[in-house]
């Protein structure tokens, strides 16, 4: 249910940005949105990465 909540909560938010900001402007923003998601999702696999050899050489 919840899933579906934020399903229309989505829609309805896309939408108003394309209404507000023009296509190319949200597109210009989910871009840059997506590339911060990415980097933020390598450096915090990194850090796990990086702690859990150096705690397996520890062993």
């Known amino acids: 249910m919840l899933d579906r909540i934020m399903f229309q909560v989505i829609l309805l938010g896309t939408g108003f940005l394309l209404d507000a900001i023009g296509l190319r402007s949200m597109a210009a923003a989910f871009d840059v ?27």
């Open 33 to 59: 949105i997506s590339l911060l998601f990415i980097i933020y999702f390598f450096v915090k696999e990194s850090k796990q990465h990086a702690a859990f050899q150096q705690h397996d050489r520890s062993l």
